[in-house]
């Protein structure tokens, strides 16, 4: 291993860092709360400011956890080639972005379309390099699952932009 | 014998020619998901929860049954034939089971496999029946303190036991319990941590959160690794799976011994059949040490069959549990309880009251679903291998579209698939660094009870704390709990000692 920095092996401290967040996100909550008047201990605030007790001292035991034994990452080498990192960040994008893509668009293209850009960024992440093909099925997929919970089932997908043909 | 006449209606209902083949559609899915490398039961449960809907509750539970159960058959052939457990579960499966299949003893193992799995389920599904009406009327005397002790029961115990570093665990459960403090508060009606967002108001939807962690946050964990890790290839194996007359000697005592010890496990809160499943393994390879001829380290067909026994027994006792206490002990059974909710429904003492004919069919149907079972896996298990042949980017892709359909039909909302978003990218950061995902899920669905039994409870006696600890119920819950984890610290320092599996 060659890189030695600070920050190898301790990328896990986002984990109290996310940690540390989401208790922020509930101290924010607890203190712009409109408690009514007369409303007898216990209240809504008393659960929630345990948890937030709770949170902050993990995060600072995971801290220190991460910053005491760092976990060398193994970047594998099986294939003879070395990865720089442990997660392979580019696959993860194309996921989280065709997901993203999908939520943002449901609406105005409707699900058919949007479901089969979703098939299509998912299916590249994970490695197809076919892109036509993949493209045809994916709508062929779409279709599919919107004929049979859509007509079929009765459930509510939006028909987006082909419904106005 | 109330409990068989009331069986025997079960049975009645659950073998309409509707509810059977949703049954069998059911054990056809939940294997063809087990089976698949990486996805284990409880992600078949999170997919197909939101498709349920469209079904009326008998039929929607009689076929998560069989979703159940199958994908703990499918967990176990592909920890034998790829050395891939879908489920913590079925690593115990791996060790002997795998060594099998490698020795061409493949057909052996899954018949093993199948018959321990059979014979686990059936001995706790028929405790379940004899049992679980007189735990209900038991927990009816449950009072706030009591279901407040069981809640803590059951976070202590999820969060400390399952996984490697209990602040880990600890943390995932306050993510959990803080999830299920979000929108209205029950008790005086104010508005909780939603920064003024009106999706918010009604709470973070359990659909939203099981789908995101146990399904979507998978999906993006398999694509990080998916060109990094290298390929496992499934053992063939040709031949008929049925087992030897010697053979069946030697795996029976193991199977009777991995039932009695999975059994009990579904009633304690342990987070799911890893603990039992291992004990079971451990308890056979003491055993086999006094033999003449040790013969664990080259596929001994005892250290498969107890383990999935054992995983099996658990499983069914714990749907007991969740029935009768609607104490859900693994995130599979925290998703049956989401989908209790979502029809109104709440697992306890009063269900078996409410509805009786729902609950004894679903009964009914854990036997039909197990015979299914054995059925499709004993002859078929090889067949099953073959959907390995579907190329992972569409699998996967397949996949993710259903995470959205399912989110996206239930609430019709842009909203809920940007937090579905959000929550599966932290389900995958959870994935990467460790962090067991059982506590936050059963936080998220045991929070709501564990904040109001407390606050209930505290109220009426004006806040005067004693009142958590004041009857012999509480006592002994908490005094289960202290064993249970020194139990588990001292097998954890012993394992730190000496670990040779």
């Known amino acids: 291993m060659t890189d030695a920095g600070f920050w190898h092996g301790r990328s896990g401290l986002v984990v109290p860092a996310l940690l540390a967040a989401f208790t922020t996100y509930l101290l924010v909550g607890v203190l712009t709360m409109e408690v009514p008047e007369g409303t007898d201990f216990p209240g809504p605030r008393f659960f929630p400011l345990i948890l937030i007790a709770l949170g902050y001292l993990l995060s600072v035991l995971l801290v220190l956890h991460y910053l005491r034994h760092p976990e060398p990452v193994d970047t594998g080498d099986q294939d003879g080639g070395q990865w720089r990192t442990f997660t392979d960040w580019r696959a993860v994008a194309w996921c989280v972005g065709g997901f993203l893509v999908f939520a943002l668009t449901i609406e105005l293209l409707g699900w058919i379309l949007a479901a089969a850009v979703l098939f299509w960024c998912v299916a590249r992440g994970i490695g197809s390099t076919r892109g036509l093909f993949d493209a045809s099925l994916a709508l062929v997929v779409s279709s599919a699952v919107y004929l049979a919970f859509a007509q079929g089932l009765g459930l509510n997908l939006p028909a987006g932009v082909l419904g106005g043909f | 014998m109330e409990s068989l006449s009331l069986l025997m209606e079960g049975f009645a209902g659950a073998l309409t020619p509707m509810n059977l083949l949703w049954v069998v559609v059911g054990c056809l899915l939940g294997t063809a998901v087990g089976v698949m490398p990486g996805l284990g039961s409880s992600m078949a449960v999170a997919l197909l929860l939101p ?29 034998i034939l790829m050395n891939t457990p879908g489920q913590a579960s079925a690593i115990a499966s791996t060790f002997e089971g795998h060594r099998m299949a490698k020795d061409g003893r493949a057909p052996q193992a899954l018949a093993t496999a199948a018959l321990g799995a059979f014979l686990g389920g059936f001995s706790a599904a028929v405790v379940v029946v004899f049992l679980a009406p007189s735990l209900a009327d038991f927990a009816s005397t449950f009072g706030f303190a009591e279901y407040f002790a069981l809640a803590v029961f059951a976070f202590v115990a999820t969060s400390s036991i399952v996984g490697d570093s209990v602040v880990k665990g600890v943390a995932a459960l306050v993510v959990g319990l803080g999830i299920a403090t979000i929108g209205m508060d029950p008790i005086s009606a104010t508005e909780r941590g939603t920064l003024g967002v009106p999706e918010l108001f009604d709470g973070v939807s359990l ?125 599979t059974a925290a998703i049956m309880l989401a989908a209790f909710q979502q029809y109104g429904l709440q697992p306890g003492p009063l269900l078996f009251d409410r509805a ?138 012993r394992a730190r000692r000496g670990a040779d599996v």
């Not at chain 2, 939203?208 to 053992?235: C, N, Q, Y």
């Not at chain 2, 013969?295 to 006792?317: C, D, H, S, V, W």
């Open chain 2, 51 to 79: 498709m349920t809907f469209a079904l009326e509750p008998t039929a929607a539970f009689i076929m998560f049954a069989g979703v159940y159960f199958g994908g703990l058959f499918g967990d176990s052939t592909m920890a």
């Open chain 2, 356 to 493: 009786p004919d729902l609950v004894w069919s679903l009964l009914a149907s854990f036997f039909v679903a197990l015979v299914v079972l054995l059925i499709i896996n004993l002859p078929f298990a090889q067949l099953w291998a073959k959907l390995l042949l579907i190329p992972a980017p569409y699998l996967y892709g397949g996949i993710t579209m259903f995470c959205g359909l399912g989110v996206y039909a239930l609430s019709a909302a842009q909203f809920d698939l940007y937090l579905l978003l959000l929550i599966g990218v932290v389900g995958f950061v959870m994935r990467r660094y460790d962090v067991p995902l059982a506590p936050l899920m059963i936080g998220i669905v045991l929070g709501p009870l564990a904040e109001s039994s407390l606050r209930e409870a505290l109220l009426s006696s004006d806040g005067d704390y004693s009142v958590l600890v004041s009857s012999w119920i509480t006592w002994l819950l908490y005094g289960i709990l202290a064993v249970v984890l020194v139990v588990t610290v001292r097998a954890k320092l």
């Open chain 2, 207 to 331: 659909v939203t959160v099981t789908v995101a962690v146990l399904a979507l946050g998978e999906v993006f964990h398999i694509a990080s690794r998916v060109r990094r890790d290298p390929k496992t290839v499934a053992m063939t194996a040709g031949g008929r799976a049925w087992l030897s007359r010697a053979e069946f000697r030697e795996a029976g005592p193991a199977w009777a011994r991995g039932t009695a010890i999975g059994l009990p496990f579904g009633i304690i809160p342990v987070g799911g059949s890893e603990v039992p499943t291992f004990m079971a393994y451990d308890l056979e390879r003491r055993i086999d040490r006094k033999r003449p001829r040790p013969m664990f380290g080259k596929g001994a067909i005892r250290g498969l069959a107890a383990p999935e026994a054992a995983g099996n027994a658990t499983t069914g006792t714990a749907m007991g549990a969740l029935l009768a206490l609607g104490l859900p002990v693994s995130a």
